[in-house]
């Protein structure tokens, strides 16, 4: 399994193998090589932010900042292959390198970092249900639970055709889900659903 090391000489993340990674046990190994005392000497590597209470039992996901400021990079392996980074990750000098290239020869990594910029976690209610989650109103007069059965329809239900008429059954073929009238080039003009 892949791990990582502290270099805070040289100010460098090592990755000892391709293979995946999150970005949360990077930070966290770093935090406990600070908190040992080997780590406590050197500039930070690395501040977050995020957990914050924004209401309602949401709460801002975590980010993770490379202080790039301070000169800190991730050392890529020394070993062909990927490295797939999975957490929110941005380098603290806006378009800064984070990585830092193997020294061998002929090794090439390729380097995926999956990071999404509006990321949220929900902390659930006890009160809260899934029946609530799915009668929740996504559009007027159609709950979660409705729009669900009709993109269920949409894709994998039967299709008829008579005349101008498209009908689209359940994915059961116990009930017709989606009625469409069309004009001459095939547009629908008018739409019967049935949730």
């Known amino acids: 399994m892949p791990s990582v090391s502290f270099d805070g000489v040289n100010k460098k993340i090592v990755l000892s193998d391709v293979g995946d990674y999150t970005v949360q046990d990077i930070y966290s190994d770093w935090k406990r090589w600070v908190q040992s005392g080997t780590g406590a000497p050197y500039e930070a590597a690395f501040d977050t932010t ?4 924004i209401g309602g039992g949401t709460f801002i996901g975590a980010y993770f900042f490379l202080r790039t400021d301070n000169g800190w990079t991730i050392k890529l392996p020394e070993a062909s292959g990927a490295v797939k980074m999975t957490g929110n990750l941005f380098p603290r000098v806006a378009n800064a390198t984070m990585f830092t290239n193997p020294t061998g020869s ?7 970092v999956s990071t999404s910029a509006q990321a949220l976690t929900v902390e659930a209610s006890s009160n809260l249900t899934a029946a609530d989650v799915w009668a929740e109103a996504i559009e007027t007069d159609f709950s979660a639970r409705d729009l669900f059965r009709l993109q269920a329809a949409a894709l994998a ?39």
């Not at 055709?161 to 629908?188: C, E, L, P």
């Open 157 to 195: 239900g039967k299709i008829s055709v008579s005349g101008s008429t498209v009908t689209i059954r359940d994915v059961n073929d116990t009930a017709d889900r989606i009625v469409a009238n069309t004009d001459s080039k095939g547009q629908r003009i008018a739409v019967t659903l049935s949730t």
């Open 50 to 53: 995020g957990g914050d209470d």
């Open 106 to 112: 002929g090794i090439t990594v390729r380097v995926l």
